[in-house]
């Protein structure tokens, strides 16, 4: 298995597919991008994702998520889902979406392997969703994600970025969303970015304020197991479903690490805030897997302990679009 020099083990891929999103949302992409065949023509083939996937699963990665931009822009993605989930060694895959072609999409993600969905949604108030992504879709996403659940997908997740003056006075309607949904509500804290940074300074939202309002309701914080991701979970006994902090400026938030990025171009994360990605796609041209092992064996040595939010840096972190969070 992958370790670094910090003992951190990593057993998870978030792969993206495309830097392409067809939402503009305002803390992302507020301008949109360029959604035409010229704009993906960059992006991994499935063969060289096959021998990406193939290459991080002989070194102990269990789980795989496959984000964007937004996945579902690509025609191939059924396929994409497939090929990872027939990898040996690969247990889980899961994908993250803005959910637009949820409902015409789900039962053949779900038929090709598909075993967690986490699709974002900022509002539940229909007018602000618009305001926020610029499209009219909640009422079809909410559709979409009711048929998820009727197929049985058993890790489905909403995220949610924690946003002053946007969605700070809907914590009631969120929690009234998990009364009776087996489905976690992940909210995030909006992170800066090398282009969002004036909207970061006016609509940041520390997610502690959060806590204290769900503490007060009764919520209750679960114990983190060895393997947990970054969330912090909450449960309650009256409620079906759960909710999911994640809070990057928090301390020690990059202790249990366990995930590393590659982009829409093959480009190697070891952190979602670095300054320098290693490309690794000319080592994806052959079905010999022992090159990308050993440059991966080789990178992960330079894996900092930390990211430097702290310090206003997000690295070349331009917009969450260009690797999916």
Request: proline fraction near 4%; include cysteine.
């Amino acid at each position: 298995m992958l370790t670094d020099s910090f003992d951190r083990r990593f057993s998870y891929l978030r792969l993206s597919v495309t830097e392409v999103c067809n939402f503009r949302c305002d803390y992302c992409l507020p301008d949109g991008t360029d959604c035409g065949p010229d704009a993906r023509a960059q992006d991994l083939t499935l063969d060289e994702i096959r021998r990406l996937v193939n290459a991080f699963a002989r070194l102990g990665m269990r789980k795989v998520r496959i984000t964007g931009g937004e996945p579902s822009l690509r025609k191939d993605l059924t396929e994409i889902i497939r090929l990872c989930k027939q990898t040996p060694g690969i247990e889980t895959v899961a994908m993250t979406t803005n959910g637009y072609r949820l409902t015409k999409d789900i039962d053949a993600w779900h038929a090709a392997g598909l075993d967690a969905l986490n699709v974002s949604i900022d509002s539940l108030d229909h007018a602000k969703f618009e305001m926020i992504t610029g499209h009219n879709k909640l009422q079809e996403i909410l559709k979409g994600l009711e048929r998820a659940a009727e197929l049985g997908i058993p890790n489905i997740k909403v995220n949610s970025v924690l946003m002053k003056h946007y969605n700070d006075d809907a914590l009631d309607d969120f929690l009234d969303f998990v009364k009776t949904r087996p489905i976690t509500l992940r909210m995030i804290e909006l992170m800066q970015t090398g282009d969002n940074v004036e909207f970061f300074d006016r609509h940041h939202l520390s997610g502690d304020r959060v806590i204290e309002r769900m503490r007060a309701q009764g919520w209750q914080e679960r114990l983190r197991g060895r393997d947990s991701g970054p969330a912090r979970e909450f449960w309650h006994p009256d409620y079906a479903g759960g909710i999911g902090m994640i809070m990057p400026y928090s301390k020690d938030f990059c202790a249990t690490c366990n995930r590393l990025r590659v982009s829409s171009q093959g480009q190697l994360f070891l952190c979602l805030f670095v300054d320098e990605h290693q490309s690794l796609r000319h080592l994806l041209q052959s079905d010999d897997p022992e090159p990308v092992m050993a440059f991966l064996r080789e990178a992960i040595k330079g894996k900092d302990f930390s990211h430097h939010l702290h310090e206003q840096n997000p690295g070349s972190t331009r917009q969450l679009a260009m690797i999916g969070g």
